[in-house]
């Protein structure tokens, strides 16, 4: 882990193009700045974790049976508009 | 070597029996960063369920995952969601491209029916690459409620 001391304007650089930026330093936060090129994801980790726990619970590994399809399938029981 | 000789005898299909060979028109679709949670599964396809209009999103790519999906608009015909300049730019999409749109569907132990309304899975079928967004602020929920057992 690098561990930096930045003041309020001072940034650090992520490899090529990416810099963090901190704008604001307050008593319960800080307020950053992120620089990156537009395909680079950049997101708050919680939302990133939940989105990540949200797809595990939901992925199946079995599915390329048919079988187990048809039983998941069966399950759905969904009447839609 | 003749061109036909270097033509691999094994596509990744294989490894989905039952699947492969059902639908002829099916491509695989590249997610580059992969699904959160599943960064290794770089290569997808999507299939019809038996069970309309559920769509199955299956890796063919790294760990077996398959997930079972649906548009959202079908769940909710209101649905709207606006994808920034960076979603399109993964996607190699522009404003007003025509998208496949896949909420991330999960079948409780209990039988309750839910979606992920908040990141919805995006391809870009013309360049058959897909993205699942991940909205800084979103008014949808992680987990909508299609369908709750009554008994």
């Known amino acids: 882990v690098l561990v930096f001391t930045r003041r309020r304007g001072e940034a650090v650089i992520i490899g090529d193009g990416i810099e963090v930026r901190v704008l604001r330093v307050g008593r319960d936060g800080v307020r950053l700045g992120v620089v990156a090129p537009v395909t680079t994801p950049v997101h708050r980790q919680e939302v990133h974790q939940q989105i990540c726990e949200a797809n595990r619970r939901a992925a199946d590994p079995a599915a390329a049976d048919p079988a187990h399809r048809a039983a998941v399938e069966a399950r759905l029981k969904v009447r839609l508009p | ?151």
Not at chain 2, 42 to 66: C, H, R
Not at chain 2, 108 to 117: C, D, F, P, R, S
Not at chain 2, 126 to 133: E, P, R
Request: aromatic share 8%; hydrophobic share 45%.
């Open chain 2, 1 to 151: 070597m003749t061109p036909t000789s270097v033509v691999s005898d094994t596509s990744p299909l294989d490894r989905l029996p039952g699947v492969a060979g059902a639908q002829t028109d099916r491509e695989i679709v590249t997610f580059p960063h992969g699904l959160p949670g599943f960064e290794a599964c770089k290569s997808f396809v999507v299939f019809t369920a038996d069970a309309a209009p559920f769509q199955w999103l299956t890796s063919v790519e790294g760990p077996p995952a398959s997930f079972l999906t649906v548009d959202p608009r079908v769940l909710l015909p209101s649905y709207r969601f606006a994808l920034g300049p960076a979603d399109l730019a993964r996607l190699g999409a522009e404003e007003g491209s025509p998208l496949l749109w896949l909420a991330i569907v999960l079948v409780e132990a209990n039988g309750t029916v839910t979606a992920n309304l908040r990141a919805p899975i995006v391809i870009n079928p013309t360049t058959m690459v897909g993205h699942q967004v991940m909205p800084q602020d979103c008014l949808y929920p992680l987990r909508h409620v299609v369908y709750t057992p009554t008994e």
